[in-house]
Structure formats: C-alpha cells, structure tokens
C-alpha cells in the first residue's frame, strides 16, 4: 500500500530564517505531487504541483519555492520567511492518470515569530 | 470555470441525529467528487469519490453522498452522527481536464452528547 510522509509535525522558526520542509510517498511510482497551505480557520491554497522529477508548477506568486530531486521526494523551501508564511503545510500525492484523488499527509505546523 | 459551494461553515447535531453537509458544483464537464475529512492538526482524508458510476456513493466511517446531477449536487450524509465525526470536512471538485483539485472552503461538523 502507498504511504505518504511529512516532516517535522511542528517548526517554530524566526522571521528571516530559512525552511526546508520534506515530504516523501512509498509504494507508488511517478505520482503526481502538491503542496497546500491551510491557513487558520480558511480552506487549502495549492501552492505547487509537479508531474516528475525537477517538474514544479507554482500556482501563487510568493515567498517559497519547491523542488522534487527524486521520484517520491518533495521539498518546500524558502531562502528567508516572512510572518505571513505561518499555516498548516500540507503535501499529497495522487496517481499520474487523469481523475484520481490526492491522499494527504499529516501535515506541518509552521510558526514564524 | 469550475467551483464548488459548500453551504453552512458550521453545523452543529446532536449525537444520533443526522448529519447532512451541503455540496454545489460547478463543471462544464463531467465532474469527479469528492468528500474529505480533517481532524484537528492532521492531514486530509479521503472519505468518499464519485466517479461517473453509482450515484449514490458509500464511504467510510458510514458517510454517503448522492450525485444529483439536476441540482449539481453531492451532499454528504451519515443517519446517526457519533462524537468522533466532529470534524472539518471538506468538498472537492476534479473539473476533469486537470490534476488540480478545487476545494470548497469546509464546514465543521460539532456533535453534542
């Protein structure tokens, strides 16, 4: 069966400094891959999307960056965060065939002071 | 362009009673549905999907939806809610040409003894 994994649960960083955060599948091949963010009380923003290996769309102008180095390996990055880079990071992964649902991570708390 | 409207941010049932959370879409073309559930700091997860088959879709945790295609609608409801169904929970919409999921904003489901 596929597996998705996130780390760390719970970043605490200061403004200024910078992020890396990982999220990485088993068990299935060439998946589609996304990062969201979830921000308190509000819905999910998809932040990036990637069909294969250094494949990245971004679908918001902002402050963050990701890559994908590997097959199964997703990165979230950002050279120097800002307070308004605080939410609830969330990565998926679906199949690469058209119409398959996004299986969710357990997410990232992240919190700027 | 593809939408989707989940009516009431919060609804609150007694335990037992039956829970009913609303979905509207919108698709110029056949749509793919989806219904997922978050519980307090964690990830997303796939309750159920419709995907052009039955109309009436069983999930799990005793969740089901029906696809109305007349009133492009997919709401989701359980006969008797329990304590652990308090949650957010979350409609999405794949517009079929795409892998990008379009979520509703969520309603949180609060379940009182």
């Known amino acids: 069966s596929q597996t998705i994994h996130q780390w760390p649960a719970t970043l605490v960083q200061p403004v200024g400094s910078p992020l890396s955060l990982e999220c990485t599948v088993e068990g299935t091949s060439n998946p589609n891959l996304y990062w969201y963010r979830q921000a308190a009380g509000r819905g999910l923003q998809l932040l990036f999307y990637s069909v294969g290996i250094g494949q990245i769309s971004s679908e918001v102008p902002q402050n963050l960056s990701a890559s994908r180095p590997q097959d199964r390996q997703f990165i979230l990055s950002s050279k120097k965060l800002l307070l308004s880079d605080s939410g609830f990071y969330l990565c998926?992964?679906?199949?690469?065939?058209?119409?398959?649902?996004?299986?969710f991570g357990d997410g990232t708390r992240l919190s700027i002071l | 362009a593809q939408s989707v409207t989940q009516l009431g941010s919060h609804v609150s049932v007694s335990e037992g009673a039956l829970v009913l959370l609303r979905c509207n879409y919108s698709?110029?073309?056949?749509?793919?549905l989806f219904w997922y559930v978050q519980y307090p700091n964690q990830g997303l997860q796939l309750l159920l999907k419709y995907t052009s088959a039955a109309t009436l879709v069983k999930g799990i945790n005793g969740f089901e939806a029906e696809f109305k295609k007349s009133e492009t609608s997919f709401h989701l409801t359980k006969p008797s809610a329990h304590m652990s169904d308090a949650a957010e929970y979350f409609c999405?919409?794949?517009?079929?040409?795409?892998?990008?999921?379009?979520f509703g904003t969520g309603t949180r489901l609060q379940v009182f003894p």
């Open positions: 698709s110029s073309v056949p749509p793919y």
């Open positions: 999405a919409v794949l517009p079929g040409d795409t892998d990008k999921l379009i």
């Open positions: 998926a992964w679906s199949r690469s065939t058209l119409n398959q649902p996004q299986h």
